[in-house]
């Protein structure tokens, strides 16, 4: 079978590079940045598996949880023959370090529509010297619209974000053979949903939202979309932290009763005794309203711990004005076995619906983050509602649904309650 020649596409797995090695500028195109895979970037459940041409050599290329590994396609050695005997480096690339994607086209003038494809283009964030980053790219060429499809959809997901509340919550971990296992086992649980509209306009399906701190930070974070997830979230975090302000909002909600017994730092709040609907008011650094507990890789036990799946009702947590050493230790705590709640600033409540209402006409202005004060006619206010960015312009009410879908998973408060039978454990 004739081999491929060098520098051609490849859309067939017998395509491979030629039998003489490649100049070392063609062999290593990526070596400012690629280097053998270390074993931590190793780990982590395989993704997708396939062949593209990477710096015109064909490669078989594995993506993972954490890595893009890839090592040059070697034809088939006659035995004996020391002179297919070329050892492959391995290269790779840190998921984290990936901070866009792009399908790569080739347009002419007097084409029509979108170009021919020819893969994949992935733009690299990666550090040059101490405090410095250095921006790269790699090509993944490979002609088949399918092929690069599902490796596109793939990238995108993972550059979408880096927490799945949801996930966590029905299975512990988001983890594909765990979530496959619980549909072939048919572990179907029922889970709450919210509602979120303004002005009776519908605005989105969710299972969690926050308001103030959390939305603030998830709106400084999509202007860093050129930064990897990890990253992306630390920055935006500090920044956050650093131009730390409270929203002055009326809050009413609709109480359920509960074994969980609410905590409430300031007295207790103002009731209109006809449709036992409660109201508080002031400064608050941070409203989340959380209809599932939202376990996470930064808050194991849940960012609301004392809520369910399917318990019909949800958890309204309100950080009041404080300093921001104060609000930081509240916001640590998340990450350790303390009690977050603990603090005289912090209040609880468990509630069917809820109604948040800003008081100031002053909303975010993503211009002020850098110094610069545009005028804006009307400035929106950002949530956070299940790590999408949400802005609404006036009262937000969200509204609880019981039991609205059924998802394969199962309850974390039986799998961590449940009591060992087997001896041997």
Same mark, same amino acid.
């Given at each position: 079978m004739p081999r491929g020649r060098r520098g051609g596409? =490849?859309?067939? @797995? %017998?395509?491979?590079? %030629? %039998?003489?090695?490649l100049p070392a500028a063609a062999a290593v195109p990526s070596a400012l940045w690629a280097s053998q895979l270390q074993p931590e970037a190793a780990a982590g459940q395989i993704l997708l598996r396939g062949i593209f041409e990477i710096g015109r050599s064909s490669c078989d290329v594995v993506l993972s949880e954490r890595a893009l590994r890839w090592w040059p396609i070697q034809p088939e050695r006659p035995a004996g023959d020391s002179k297919y005997d070329v050892k492959c480096q391995e290269e790779f690339i840190e998921v984290k370090d990936i901070f866009s994607v792009k399908l790569k086209r080739r347009c002419s003038a007097k084409q029509q529509g979108n170009g021919t494809l020819?893969?994949? *283009? @992935? &733009? #690299?964030?990666?550090?040059?010297e101490q405090n410095k980053l250095k921006d790269s790219? @790699?090509?993944?060429?490979?002609?088949? %619209?399918?092929?690069?499809? =599902? !490796? $596109?959809?793939q990238f995108k997901k993972i550059l979408a974000g880096s927490t799945?509340?949801?996930a966590h919550s029905l299975h512990g971990i988001p983890h594909v053979v765990t979530a496959t296992l619980h549909i072939i086992m048919g572990? =179907? +649980?029922? /889970?709450? /949903?919210?509602? $979120?509209?303004? *002005?009776?306009?519908?605005?989105? &399906?969710? $299972?969690s939202a926050m308001f103030g701190f959390g939305g603030r930070t998830l709106a400084l974070a999509e202007k860093y979309r050129w930064m990897s997830p990890n990253q992306r979230r630390d920055f935006a975090v500090m920044k956050a932290l650093a131009r730390l302000k409270p929203e002055d909002c009326e809050i009413s909600f609709l109480p359920c009763i509960s074994s969980h017994d609410s905590k409430k730092a300031e007295g207790s709040p103002k009731s209109d005794g006809a449709n036992q !609907?409660?109201? #508080? +008011?002031? +400064? $608050?650094?941070n409203v989340s309203i959380m209809a599932i507990p939202c376990l996470c890789s930064v808050a194991p036990r849940g960012l609301a711990p004392t809520t369910r799946?399917?318990?019909?009702?949800?958890?309204l947590i309100v950080a009041r004005n404080t300093s921001r050493p104060e609000f930081i230790k509240h916001l640590k705590r998340y990450a350790s076995v303390k009690n977050q709640f603990s603090f005289p600033f /912090?209040?609880?409540y468990t509630v069917g619906e809820v109604k948040v209402r800003p008081r100031s006409n002053s909303g975010y202005n993503p211009e002020e983050e850098d110094g610069r004060h545009a005028a804006a006619p009307e400035e929106s206010f950002p949530w956070n509602v299940d790590g999408d960015l949400m802005e609404a312009w006036s009262e937000v009410q969200v509204k609880l649904h019981p039991r609205l879908i059924n998802l394969y998973g199962g309850s974390m408060e039986e799998m961590n309650d449940s009591k060992v039978t087997c001896n041997c454990l």
């Amino acid at each position: 079978m004739p081999r491929g020649r060098r520098g051609g596409r =490849v859309s067939a @797995l %017998e395509g491979g590079p %030629e %039998e003489e090695a490649l100049p070392a500028a063609a062999a290593v195109p990526s070596a400012l940045w690629a280097s053998q895979l270390q074993p931590e970037a190793a780990a982590g459940q395989i993704l997708l598996r396939g062949i593209f041409e990477i710096g015109r050599s064909s490669c078989d290329v594995v993506l993972s949880e954490r890595a893009l590994r890839w090592w040059p396609i070697q034809p088939e050695r006659p035995a004996g023959d020391s002179k297919y005997d070329v050892k492959c480096q391995e290269e790779f690339i840190e998921v984290k370090d990936i901070f866009s994607v792009k399908l790569k086209r080739r347009c002419s003038a007097k084409q029509q529509g979108n170009g021919t494809l020819l893969g994949i *283009t @992935l &733009f #690299i964030c990666l550090k040059k010297e101490q405090n410095k980053l250095k921006d790269s790219t @790699l090509d993944l060429i490979n002609l088949s %619209e399918d092929h690069c499809d =599902v !490796w $596109f959809k793939q990238f995108k997901k993972i550059l979408a974000g880096s927490t799945n509340i949801l996930a966590h919550s029905l299975h512990g971990i988001p983890h594909v053979v765990t979530a496959t296992l619980h549909i072939i086992m048919g572990h =179907v +649980q029922a /889970v709450d /949903v919210c509602t $979120f509209s303004t *002005t009776g306009k519908l605005l989105r &399906f969710g $299972f969690s939202a926050m308001f103030g701190f959390g939305g603030r930070t998830l709106a400084l974070a999509e202007k860093y979309r050129w930064m990897s997830p990890n990253q992306r979230r630390d920055f935006a975090v500090m920044k956050a932290l650093a131009r730390l302000k409270p929203e002055d909002c009326e809050i009413s909600f609709l109480p359920c009763i509960s074994s969980h017994d609410s905590k409430k730092a300031e007295g207790s709040p103002k009731s209109d005794g006809a449709n036992q !609907w409660q109201t #508080i +008011q002031g +400064q $608050f650094l941070n409203v989340s309203i959380m209809a599932i507990p939202c376990l996470c890789s930064v808050a194991p036990r849940g960012l609301a711990p004392t809520t369910r799946l399917n318990n019909g009702s949800m958890a309204l947590i309100v950080a009041r004005n404080t300093s921001r050493p104060e609000f930081i230790k509240h916001l640590k705590r998340y990450a350790s076995v303390k009690n977050q709640f603990s603090f005289p600033f /912090v209040e609880t409540y468990t509630v069917g619906e809820v109604k948040v209402r800003p008081r100031s006409n002053s909303g975010y202005n993503p211009e002020e983050e850098d110094g610069r004060h545009a005028a804006a006619p009307e400035e929106s206010f950002p949530w956070n509602v299940d790590g999408d960015l949400m802005e609404a312009w006036s009262e937000v009410q969200v509204k609880l649904h019981p039991r609205l879908i059924n998802l394969y998973g199962g309850s974390m408060e039986e799998m961590n309650d449940s009591k060992v039978t087997c001896n041997c454990l």
